[in-house]
């Protein structure tokens, strides 16, 4: 059988879950927190998160997608059972409705490239507020990028996995070029004030700092929404995987290129505002699109070489920017089609409605509530809204896949002490029971690194604490800081936040028995070990492999068989 | 279009804007942000009843446990006249209930505890001050101005930054003339208001544009002014001192709508059985004619003085009524019974009256008076006062006390048992009087000179217990129409804050006042500070040298907190702030001189605000001042605002060679962990089938 869709190498994968991960949070949110938080001591605990949080999270990811073959909605009934399919239902749905205004702001990033090449940006008289505040109060620009950018999203995953990881090979190559080059221009702005001091401010660390929890907290957050970990794309882009991937390893590499383009493009964007600035920290810590689309062209069209050098700045990197954005964006739709592909609908309809969403839920974001904030600058306050209320939905996504895990070590080592396999008790719990995940998934041979106790500490000790130190400092602040907090009414307050959630989460907890009366067909590739007799799934009647004939369901197999077998 | 219509039109266009061009549609509408609109009584829409009243108070007691203690009359003990009382003694004569009042101040479970009076929050660094409504039973905007207080202290409360509103700015029209240019509406917004067709300017319709009560004037005032004041004051606050009559006037003396029903009159007094039976006698019905007490003149300060004032011919003693409901009372400010105990027990009565003198030389002062404090509602008050003694030395905490009456658009100081007579403080208390006449646009007069009164409220708090008291007559009618209950309510809004800021040292706060002395002090403005490019940032307060600052920190400090970005920062809206609780730091003194507001010379004192170097972003500061008598919240900028100085990044961006350091260590981390990977990940024999698989796409 020729039905499963698998990426081709092992690269392409690491390439996708690349672009995936990194986004415009690692170009434009991780400078301002590197501002915000000390310079060089912030890089300290956001390196330590990096290994405690997110790439534990990620390994997992992998591990589970790699096994149940199948998108967020099928792993978390696969790995948690039928009950718990509504977590899989959330974990699409955030990515989803981030998605909805994503595609906006990836449509800004395309468009201030194309002012770039334009020169829209540089030369006399230029004001790169107006321009902002012009662009973004024009419903009919927004909308016209916002449609650009959801094409070239549906074109890239239109053919699945192998047009997928071309065309993210392609993106991130030139990522990593156009960064180093707006590197070399910045730094070589930042020497020629004779100080490099945006890159010694960047690498400076301040032993007192390391002391304040605040900087740890914001190290935390920056690691956990930057790198993607537990949001659902590695279990997605996992179902591609080859038969023999080696899941930690790709994990590893996956977060260590997070991290590696974070800190070319921080240094890209500190070493050029230093250069100009007069109070650069100041100009860091404003309000994030500011820096991106008010600061930086300011501040790029200073750049020496002529009129080449602020040319390239500029150009290169609102291109890198936008490839970075559309590489997550890909990641974002394909999450989406995985979990309608899974459940036998075709492919190309799955991707045009999904698209077709994509454009129709995002137009609130891009015209509504387009405001002007005190300094006299354009914001979209209805983007701004639909961020806070699902931003913060990313992290129950991440406890979900944790929760998963923690119930199948404690299941299977019940299972084991009932057949007399294991021993009982606390010290057997401890003995087979944390670590049962990790030897049936994750340690399955395919890996050259072998993932050692560390990884059940992290997951089963480090997480919960993090996720709740995580959760009460943003929920106390908005607690303690937003004027009438609990209303719903109010667009930054914790009741809009709540509000929506208890609608989504009823209506999905709602729908998990009509999800799990429709069969779900598993993308296998050929001589994969892909056993679920220990899992929940395995005794999930309605799991099947794509291509099998599902009695009463022929429709969707036949179908999709031919869709797929045409597609490899 | 002809010239005629082109006219017609033109007068038809308000010339100025309208009252929802500037403001919230709530606002503009006086619709209160404390209760649904629906809730008309709460709205000052209708008044409370007693009932109302009550169950209001319980509600915000229940609402605000930090800041409100609820009470009904008194517990009793022994008082300070040695008499055992009960908690029955406060109760009204005719209906049974005793006044409820709350105690009102920060953190109010603590503090100490008073066996008598029943109240927590009683604190020795506190001032104490004591407002009473409805001393007359028909003068219901009297009760209503205090229960609007009671409603902006609880909203208000740590409810910093409120836009009351919805101009967008906060704070910035307090009560009275903040910035002494002769114009209340201090931040112009009523004066911008169209005047034509429809004359916005006096949206209460009293004939005065922007006047007190008008939309816009004193709107916004500081809700940290308010904060701090509780948090610094004990506030006594009794809306409905007369239960009885208040249920009395609106149950059956004024038929619904009372303003209709009795237009010039009403019931007055308390329910004081005058005869023929004695109390109890329950079933006795109300005699209109001979029953009840002005409780605003049983008072014993010089009780029974002037004989035919406003009392009748003989005090004690009652002459019927012809026709009470218009308002021609013969008996309306009967005294109360003349006392006929001995009450020292030395064998002769009322030797020596209540008026600050030994009269009989026995060395003993006021022992043996000649009548007062008869009935459950004034013993209540004079029980209160001279039980309240939070630091022991048997004198009354309340150095200010303020009591609503109606109406005559009036503020009176005392005396007034006397005419052609001064008390020792007149100029003091006219400067405060004329203070409160200034934020309600009301006439400031002594009391005798409107009429000459007995035993009332403030001749015996002031000639007792030295406490400047006032008497604020409220509005235009004793019940005034319902339309009115809002604007009114609000003009009047501002005494009761007032009283309570001057209640630490009411004297002083004057003298200083009417020398222009606290007015010309100032802290540094933003653009003055010198940041030293590391430590500390100094700032100066220039102080008058009349001015007796302390230097104790609790009274006299600079607070200031720090304004940064916040972790909530959202990827795609503007910057958001947040800010850091205040600090406080102390002044020290220095030698250096400075020039007063008025240029006079004054003394700096300066204040060292340990402001990390690492900060980025705002300095909020503001400075408060004690004085040596005792006097607190003399703020700088006035009215619990704050300056905000913008500070750059002070510290050091760090060395190169660290830098280097930390570079190296971290990119070899990274982009060499990276390298490591990939390279694992590229011997992998399957890879060069990858390579060779592109090679062939390539093709």
């Known amino acids: 059988m020729a039905q499963s869709d698998q990426f081709n190498g092992r690269l392409g994968l690491i390439f996708a879950s690349i672009g995936a991960a990194i986004g415009t949070g690692n170009i434009w949110r991780f400078p301002r927190m590197v501002g915000a938080n000390g310079g060089g001591t912030f890089l300290i605990p956001w390196l330590i998160f990096l290994f405690a949080w997110s790439i534990p999270l990620v390994i997992a990811e992998f591990a589970m997608g790699k096994r149940s073959r199948t998108g967020t909605i099928g792993t978390f009934r696969i790995f948690a059972g039928k009950r718990f399919a509504w977590m899989g239902l959330w974990t699409a749905w955030i990515s989803t409705a981030i998605g909805f205004y994503y595609a906006i702001v990836a449509g800004w990033t395309i468009k201030y490239f194309q002012l770039g090449i334009t020169g829209g940006l540089t030369g006399e008289g230029v004001d790169t507020t107006e321009v902002w505040n012009s662009f973004l109060q024009n419903p009919g620009q927004v909308i016209f990028f916002q449609f650009i950018v959801i094409c070239l999203t549906l074109a890239a995953i239109w053919k699945g996995a192998k047009a997928i990881e071309k065309v993210n090979v392609v993106l991130m190559i030139s990522l990593f070029v156009l960064l180093f080059m707006s590197l070399f221009l910045s730094l070589w702005m930042d020497f020629e004030d004779g100080t490099l001091d945006g890159a010694t401010f960047m690498f400076s660390v301040d032993p007192d700092l390391l002391f304040e929890p605040e900087i740890w907290i914001n190290a935390l957050s920056q690691s956990a929404w930057s790198c993607s970990a537990g949001m659902g794309m590695a279990i997605t882009y996992a179902v591609y995987m080859r038969k023999d991937e080696d899941t930690v390893l790709n994990a590893f590499t996956m977060g260590l290129a997070n991290n590696s383009i974070s800190i070319i493009a921080g240094l890209a964007v500190l070493s050029s505002i230093f250069a100009v600035s007069s109070d650069p920290l100041a100009t860091v810590t404003g309000g994030s699109s500011a820096i991106t689309f008010l600061a930086l062209p300011e501040v790029f069209a200073q750049a020496p070489g002529g009129s080449i050098g602020p040319f390239v700045m500029m150009a290169g990197f609102f291109l890198a920017l936008s490839f970075a954005a559309l590489t997550s964006m890909i990641s974002t739709v394909e999450l989406c089609v995985r979990n309608f592909v899974d459940h036998g609908y075709n492919r190309e309809r799955s991707v045009a409605i999904t698209g077709l969403a994509l454009f129709i839920f995002g137009l609130p974001s891009a015209v509504m509530w387009i405001k002007l904030d005190s300094a006299g600058v354009a914001f979209p306050e209805f983007l701004e809204v639909q961020d806070h209320i699902w931003g913060y939905g990313l992290m129950f996504s991440g406890l979900f896949i944790a929760f998963t895990i923690w119930k199948y070590g404690y299941v299977r080592w019940k299972a084991q002490v009932a057949a007399g396999e294991a021993p009982g008790g606390f010290k057997g719990y401890l003995g087979v029971g944390v670590s049962a995940f990790r030897d049936d998934f994750i340690n399955t041979g395919d890996n050259d690194i072998v993932v050692g106790r560390w990884w059940d500490i992290l997951l089963y000790i480090a997480f919960p604490i993090l996720f709740t130190v995580l959760m009460v400092s943003y929920f106390g602040d908005m607690i303690a800081n937003t004027d009438d907090v609990w209303n719903p009414g109010n667009p930054k307050g914790l009741g809009i936040i709540l509000a929506f959630w208890g609608v989504v989460a009823i209506s999905f907890l709602f729908l998990n028995k009509y999800l799990i009366q429709r069969p779900i067909f598993r993308n296998i590739p050929e001589g994969a070990e892909v056993d679920i007799s220990t899992l929940p799934g395995g005794d999930d009647d309605r799991v099947f492999e794509l291509g099998e004939l599902v009695p009463g369901f022929e429709h969707l197999a036949s179908e999709d068989a031919v869709f797929e077998a045409e597609a490899v | 279009m002809t010239p005629m219509v082109a006219s017609s039109l033109a007068q038809d266009e308000p010339s100025g804007l309208e009252p929802t061009d500037i403001w919230s549609e709530d606002y503009s509408n006086e619709i209160f942000p404390w209760a649904p609109e629906s809730d008309r009584d709460r709205q000052f829409k209708e008044y409370h009843t007693y009932e109302t009243t009550k169950a209001l108070m319980l509600q915000l007691e229940q609402e605000n446990p930090d800041i409100f203690e609820f009470h009904e009359g008194l517990l009793g003990g022994v008082n300070a006249r040695g008499e055992t009382v009960t908690a029955d003694t406060y109760e009204g004569w005719y209906y049974g209930y005793s006044s409820p009042w709350m105690k009102i101040t920060g953190d109010v479970q603590n503090g100490e505890y008073n066996e008598f009076v029943g109240d927590n929050g009683n604190y020795a660094d506190r001032h104490d001050v004591m407002i009473v409504g409805n001393h007359h039973a028909r003068e219901w905007m009297s009760y209503t101005v205090a229960l609007m207080q009671l409603e902006v202290i609880a909203f ?12 967008g700015l906060v704070d910035e029209d307090p009560w009275g003339d903040a910035n002494n240019d002769g114009i209340l509406d201090d931040d112009g917004d009523c004066l911008a208001l169209a005047t034509s067709p429809t004359n916005y300017q006096d949206s209460n319709g009293d004939g005065t544009n922007c006047g007190p009560g008008d939309l816009g004037v004193d709107e916004d005032y500081s809700e940290q002014f308010i904060t701090d004041l509780i948090n610094t004051r004990e506030i006594y606050l009794i809306p409905m001192l007369n239960v009885d009559g208040n249920i009395y006037d609106r149950e059956v003396f004024c038929p619904a709508p009372a303003w209709e029903s009795c237009p010039s009159g009403g019931w007055r007094k308390n329910l004081r059985n ?252 933003p653009d003055m500070v010198n940041i030293p490019s590391i430590g500390s940032i100094p700032v100066d307060m220039c102080v008058a040298n009349g001015f007796a600052y302390s230097l104790e920190k609790s009274v006299s400090h600079v607070m200031y907190r720090t304004v940064q970005p916040t972790r909530l920062q959202s990827d795609y809206g503007p910057k958001e702030w947040s800010t850091t609780e205040w600090s406080m730091a102390m002044f020290e003194e220095t030698t250096s001189t400075c020039n007063l507001l008025n240029g006079e010379n004054g003394t700096v004192i300066r204040s060292n605000l340990p402001v990390e170097d690492t900060v980025s972003g705002q300095v909020h500061y503001k400075a408060m001042l004690g004085t040596l008598g005792g006097g607190d919240l003399y703020l700088y900028p006035a009215n619990g605002e704050y300056y905000v100085l913008e500070v750059d990044y002070r510290a050091d961006y760090g060395t190169l060679f660290g830098a280097l350091f930390m570079f190296f260590l971290v990119t070899s981390f990274v982009w060499g962990g990276l390298a490591i990977c990939l390279r694992m990940m590229l011997v992998d024999e399957n890879e060069k089938e990858f390579s060779e698989a592109v090679l062939e796409d390539g093709d």
């Open chain 2, 156 to 167: 208000s409360y740590n409810n910093i930054g409120y836009d009351n509103d919805g101009d």
């Open chain 2, 274 to 525: 005058n005869g023929p039976d004695l109390l109890p006698d329950f079933n006795e019905e109300v005699d209109e004619d001979c029953d009840g007490v002005d409780l605003n003149r049983n008072y014993q300060f010089e009780w029974g003085a002037p004989l035919g004032a406003t009392v009748p011919l003989i005090p004690g003693t009652c002459t019927p009524s012809e026709d009470e409901q218009a308002g021609i009372a013969n008996n309306d400010v009967y005294t109360g019974p003349y006392d006929t105990q001995d009450n020292d027990g030395d064998g002769l009565i009322n030797e020596d009256n209540v008026d600050g003198e030994d009269d009989d030389n026995d060395g003993r002062t006021d022992e043996d008076w000649a009548g007062g404090n008869s009935e459950p509602e004034t013993r209540f008050i004079q029980d209160l006062t001279e039980m309240n003694d939070d630091v022991g030395n048997g004198a009354s905490e309340f150095k200010s006390t303020l009591t609503h009456h109606s109406y005559s658009e009036l503020i009176l100081y005392p005396w007034g048992h006397c005419t052609d007579c001064e008390t020792t403080d007149h100029d003091q208390l006219v400067y405060h009087g004329d203070k409160l006449a200034e934020m309600t646009d009301y006439t400031n007069m002594q009391s005798s000179d409107l009429y000459p009164t007995t035993g009332d409220f403030c001749d015996w708090h002031y000639g007792v217990h030295g406490s400047y008291c006032y008497t604020s007559e409220i509005g235009t009618a004793f019940h005034q129409h319902e339309d009115d209950i809002d604007h009114i309510a609000v003009r009047n809004l501002g005494t009761g804050f007032y009283m309570a800021e001057i209640a630490d040292n009411p004297r002083e706060r004057a003298d200083l006042g009417i020398a222009n002395i606290s007015q010309n002090q100032f802290i540094q403005m």
